[in-house]
């Protein structure tokens, strides 16, 4: 049980394109959960881009990523203080940066000094496309959450990224148990197979071979990505994220989850502009609400559910 009490919990927020609310939904659920009583840290990943300490009015943190990486300083040094109880911030590199600059080696010290942070949450924004470094900061994560909005660039902008960050993690299956010649060669052969998707690529591997289909039961077993809809206007929206999750499903064959709806509200805008927390200063907004319980879901791996009537056509 002590050990369980201690364990740290990392997430990673992505979608593969910016403007989808991903640093605002990052900054409002660490916020929830800070004000749960939980120690949260908030790092923003978003190399070049970084907009996080905007969002709780820091005008410019006097450290950064940039003193992790040019000066050699510990992340643990380089957490500011947001104003908010319990919720602690390490900003991304201004400028000077970029995820394609960041070496293997660098991207292992990083990711070694992110697992040794004492936190119970820690909660890292990612910038938007799919370069490597940005793909295997997410495969970091104890709760991977991709955030999207209605809109079909938004859409298949997060379509992609899912499938780039599957297929990243393929890709190291294979090699670590020398699969990789064989999924080569069934791929090259895939029209005698009767493949016509990653999802039949699978399926075709797990079905010749019961020692391939155990690894993957064993590697894939906890393998989730949670999926938040943003900037919700209408019934037919909130259906837009289950239907999502089937595509994933059905083309992929991948387990996504759908945590739940965001409704637009102009006032999210408005507070972005002030440069305040959200969470602290527009609890009258259903927003509030539903960030409070898309961030539930995710704690406790709980799909948010459809109502029937909305399933079956009747709204």
Request: proline share 3%; hydrophobic share 40%; glycine share 8%.
């Amino acid at each position: 049980m002590a050990d369980s009490a201690q364990h740290t919990t990392i997430w990673a927020v992505g979608g593969g394109k910016g403007g989808t609310g991903k640093s605002f939904l990052s900054s409002s659920m660490a916020s929830c959960l800070a004000l749960q009583g939980k120690r949260t840290i908030l790092l923003d990943a978003d190399l070049g881009g970084a907009n996080l300490h905007n969002f709780f009015g820091l005008i410019r943190p006097r450290c950064s990523l940039t003193d992790f990486f040019e000066k050699k300083r510990p992340l643990q040094d380089l957490l500011a203080h947001t104003g908010v109880a319990n919720l602690q911030l390490i900003t991304g590199s201004l400028g000077s940066l970029e995820s394609e600059s960041i070496n293997y080696a660098q991207k292992q010290k990083l990711f070694r000094h992110i697992r040794a942070l004492e936190a119970d949450h820690i909660l890292i924004d990612l910038g938007g496309g799919t370069h490597l470094t940005t793909l295997d900061t997410f495969l970091l994560a104890d709760k991977m959450v991709v955030v999207t909005v209605p809109e079909i660039t938004a859409i298949e902008n997060m379509y992609q990224f899912i499938k780039s960050v599957y297929y990243r993690k393929l890709k190291a299956i294979f090699k670590a148990y020398d699969l990789t010649g064989l999924v080569q060669d069934t791929w090259k052969e895939r029209a005698t197979h009767n493949i016509r998707s990653l999802k039949d690529l699978i399926s075709h591997l797990r079905s010749g071979s019961g020692r391939i289909a155990d690894i993957f039961d064993r590697e894939m077993s906890g393998f989730v990505v949670q999926l938040i809809l943003n900037e919700v206007r209408s019934s037919k929206d909130i259906l837009t994220g289950e239907n999502l999750k089937h595509v994933c499903v059905n083309f992929l064959g991948l387990r996504v989850q759908y945590v739940g709806p965001i409704s637009y509200d102009p006032a999210v805008q408005k507070n972005i502009n002030d440069k305040q927390p959200f969470m602290l200063f527009n609890r009258l907004s259903p927003v509030v609400k539903e960030v409070r319980q898309v961030t539930d879901n995710i704690v406790h791996d709980t799909p948010f559910n459809v109502p029937e009537d909305l399933l079956d056509g009747r709204i």
